[in-house]
C-alpha cells in the first residue's frame, strides 16, 4: 500500500489526486466538525470556498433545513449561526444540512476533488479511517489542510497516527515525509497534549478563547464513523 502526505498549498496540482484515496485532515477544526457533525445526525455537509458561495447555497437550499457554519480569521462569521467549534454541532442538527466554510479545511477538500475517494479523518475518528483504509486497493494521497498553505503540527500528528495503525496491520510504503510523521505520532502518542501545545494554532485558539475545543479535538477515536465526501457533499 503506496501512502503519500502532502500538506495543503495552492500550487499541488489537483492531478496528483486523479486514480487515488484521499483523506484529508484539519484537527483544528474542520474536519472535527464534519465529524461530530455527523455523529449527532446531521443529514449531510456542503463545503464551501468562500462565505459568498455558502450562501447562495443556503438561499437555494432553504433556511428551514440548512444551518451556517463556519470561521474566518478563528471567529464565526456574522450572520452565520454556528461557527467552527464542534460543541455547537451536537444539539438541535439532526436532520439538517450544515452549508460550512473555513479557512483551510474547506480549501483541503476542493483540492481532492478528483480523487476517486475522499474521506475526512481527524483525531476523532482517526482508528476508524484506517479501518477502512485497510480494505484500499489505491494509492492512498493524506492532505494536511495546514494554515493558510504553512505545516500545522496538529494536522501532522493526526496523519502520524493513521500511518502508525495502517502499518501494524498493513504493509505500507511510505514516502519520506509520511515516514517521519509515523515516527513522530509513535514518539509521542502517550503525550499528545503537551506535544501538540507547541503548535502555533494551539497558542492562537487558547489565547482567543477556545480552549474547550482544543480537549474537544484531541479526543481519540471517540466517534465509529468515517464522513465521505462525493458528489459536493459530505455524509
Not at 59 to 84: A, P, S, V
Not at 149 to 155: P, T, V
Not at 179 to 194: A, G, R, V
Not at 214 to 226: A, G, K, S
Request: net charge positive; aromatic share 10%.
Amino acid at each position: 500500500m503506496r501512502i503519500m502526505v502532502f500538506n495543503y498549498n495552492k500550487m499541488l496540482p489537483k492531478s496528483i489526486m486523479i486514480g487515488k484515496t484521499a483523506v484529508v485532515i484539519d484537527v483544528f477544526r474542520a474536519t472535527s466538525v464534519i465529524t461530530t457533525a455527523l455523529a449527532y445526525g446531521v443529514r449531510e455537509i456542503i463545503p464551501s470556498l468562500t462565505i459568498e458561495e455558502a450562501l447562495k447555497e443556503f438561499t437555494r437550499k432553504g433556511e428551514h433545513h440548512c444551518i451556517l457554519g463556519g470561521e474566518q480569521k478563528m471567529q464565526k462569521i456574522d450572520g452565520f449561526h454556528f461557527g467552527n467549534s464542534p460543541q455547537s454541532y451536537i444539539k438541535n442538527v439532526k436532520d439538517k444540512i450544515i452549508i460550512l466554510t473555513t479557512t483551510n479545511g474547506t480549501q483541503a477538500i476542493n483540492l481532492c476533488r478528483q480523487a476517486n475517494k475522499i474521506y475526512i479523518a481527524s483525531f476523532l475518528n482517526a482508528k476508524h479511517v484506517t479501518e477502512l483504509l485497510q480494505q484500499n486497493n489505491e494509492e492512498i494521497v493524506i492532505l494536511c489542510a495546514g494554515s493558510k498553505g504553512s505545516f500545522a503540527l496538529e494536522d501532522a500528528l493526526c496523519a502520524g497516527k493513521l500511518l502508525y495503525h495502517l502499518s501494524k496491520t498493513s504493509n505500507i510504503d511510505l514516502d519520506d515525509f509520511a515516514w517521519s510523521l509515523k515516527n513522530m505520532y509513535e514518539t509521542n502518542k502517550n503525550n499528545l497534549w503537551n506535544f501538540i501545545a507547541n503548535a502555533s494554532a494551539f497558542s492562537a485558539l487558547l489565547n482567543s478563547g477556545f480552549g474547550k475545543d482544543l480537549e474537544f479535538c484531541l479526543q481519540e477515536d471517540i466517534y465509529p464513523i468515517v464522513p465521505q465526501y462525493k458528489n459536493g457533499k459530505i455524509n
